[in-house]
C-alpha cells in the first residue's frame, strides 16, 4: 500500500472525533520523523490498523499472570463468547493444570492443598 493510498483510506474512514485530511506526503513526513502526528491522527491509524496505541508508539507489552486476567473485573470472550463465572473459573483450572502437568514444581513436595487451589476466588 502507498502512502497515498493509506490517506486516502485514512479520508473515507468514519471518523468522527478528527475529519482533518489526511495526504501521503503528510504520511511520509511523519514516517521520516520530519512532523509529529497528533494524538488524534495516531489513534486514526490505530483504528485503521486494528493495533494498540502504544503499539504503534513502541511501547511494550506489560507482563501479566494468567491467574490475574481471569480474577479481573473484565469481561473476558473466546470467538465472541462472553464466558460466565463458572466458565473462567473452569478455564482456568484447565490452563493451571495443564501447565503444571508440563511444568512440575520441582522444588517443594505438592501437598493435597496445592492441588485443591485450582478455584479462581472470584467472589
Not at 471518523?15 to 495526504?23: A, E, G, L, R
Not at 501479566?64 to 482456568?92: C, H, P, W
Not at 505438592?110 to 485443591?116: F, V
Request: net charge neutral; glycine share 6%; charged share 25%.
Amino acid at each position: 500500500m502507498t502512502l497515498n493510498e493509506l490517506a486516502k483510506q485514512l479520508n473515507e474512514m468514519d471518523f468522527s472525533v478528527s475529519n482533518k485530511p489526511n495526504s501521503g506526503p503528510q504520511i511520509g513526513s511523519w514516517e521520516r520523523g520530519i512532523n509529529t502526528p497528533s494524538y488524534l491522527e495516531v489513534l486514526k491509524l490505530a483504528c485503521f490498523f486494528n493495533v494498540s496505541v502504544d503499539f504503534l508508539v513502541g511501547r511494550a507489552y506489560q507482563e501479566l499472570d494468567l491467574a490475574d486476567i481471569f480474577a479481573m473485573n473484565t469481561q473476558l470472550t473466546l470467538e465472541g463468547n462472553l464466558l460466565s463465572a463458572k466458565e473462567r473459573q473452569e478455564v482456568y483450572g484447565l490452563i493451571k493444570s495443564y501447565l503444571r502437568g508440563r511444568h512440575p514444581i520441582k522444588t517443594k513436595k505438592q501437598t493435597a492443598a496445592d492441588k485443591s487451589d485450582l478455584t479462581l476466588p472470584l467472589n
